[in-house]
């Protein structure tokens, strides 16, 4: 049993756009799978993808999750905010010191992610593309490292963290205060059970863990859509 994290899916006005801004910033190529008209796939062990789903909503408020990606040297940072700026990225406060040493920055449809400076001990042996970086308690780490079998790699002061045993990014969660919701989170997982694995089963499974089942209509190609126990919404994938 078990489930793997297949795909990170932004909502995006305007699905090509932004995955142009996306290959354009980490290099990732389309994928070329039929199924996915929008699609990236990594060339580094960041072990998902990404994927650009079309929606008629405007964003609300700020993520509850975000790239944060690293930096070798000052330059390397320099080089890739100028990317993300030429690409369609501007500058935005989201409250950060200017001792913090990262750049903030806001994709064309104004999702969040950071520019962390070299030196990060943190993310020292992480990829491009070093943490997703979630607003939740540390009840949802806990959540998540039983669902995806991600040890903890960090639990303290109720701030949590997960990565795969393969490596990739870090999943952290910053721990309370918890920011308010403000509409449809435009970020999302798609996990997919593990070969031999029964979806129903890992659903049941998740559902043991604290994930609740939400109903909103039917959803494509035998997706079941859940949350876990912040509420922040997931789609378990169909088996094979």
Known sequence: MGLGLDTLCFDANDPPRLARFW????????DDDPRDAIALLPDDDTGFRIRFLPSQEEKTGQNRMHFDLTSTSLEDQRQTVARALELGARHIDVGQRPEEGHVVLADPEGNEFCVIAPGNEFLADCGFIGAL?????QQVGYFWSEALGWPLVWDQDEETAIRSPLGGPKITWGGPPLMPRAGKDRLHFDVAPAAGSDQQAEIDRLLALGATRV?????????????DPD??????????
Not at 133 to 137: H, N, P, W
Not at 215 to 227: E, I, K, P
Request: glycine fraction near 24%.
């Open 215 to 227: 109903d909103r209509g039917a959803h494509g190609g035998g997706r079941v859509l859940m949350a």
């Open 231 to 240: 509420g922040n919404e997931f789609c378990v994938l169909p088996s094979g």
């Open 133 to 137: 970086a979630c607003d939740g308690s």
């Open 23 to 30: 290959a354009g910033v980490l290099g990732w190529k389309p």
